[in-house]
């Protein structure tokens, strides 16, 4: 069983940066491809990026291209999303989540999900 734990979260002013990690707990993980998610009060969870196990693909929303960076770190089973020029509409409970076998940006694509870390961007 894959467990991902997210953290990083946390306040930060419009045009600030945060950096939110997704630590796995089996190495296993580093072999499957790795995504971010996010949820705002009253919506639905919507995809954000994600990256494949090799480090070679990256997906990003069009909301976030620009802004966010993920990487991976496969020695440390860790995956990172630098985030950028925050805007206030970036406020959400972010979730990790991995796949048993491609990588995607749907939700039916990923079958492993954190509990999710808190972002909110201020005005």
């Known amino acids: 069983q894959v467990q991902l734990v997210e953290s990083g979260g946390g306040l930060v002013q419009a045009g600030g940066s945060l950096r939110l990690s997704c630590a796995a707990s089996r190495r296993t993980v580093y072999r499957t491809p790795i995504a971010w998610f996010r949820q705002a009060p009253g919506k639905e969870r919507e995809f954000v990026s994600a990256?494949?196990?090799?480090?070679?693909?990256?997906y990003y929303a069009d909301s976030v291209k620009g802004r966010f960076i993920i990487s991976r770190d496969n020695v440390r089973n860790t995956v990172y999303l630098q985030m950028n020029s925050l805007k206030p509409e970036d406020t959400a409970v972010y979730f990790c989540?991995?796949?048993?076998?491609?990588?995607?940006?749907?939700?039916?694509?990923?079958?492993?999900w954190g509990q999710g870390t808190q972002v909110t961007v201020s005005s």
């Open positions: 989540a991995a796949s048993s076998l491609r990588i995607g940006t749907r939700l039916g694509d990923y079958d492993y």
């Open positions: 990256i494949s196990w090799s480090n070679e693909t990256t």
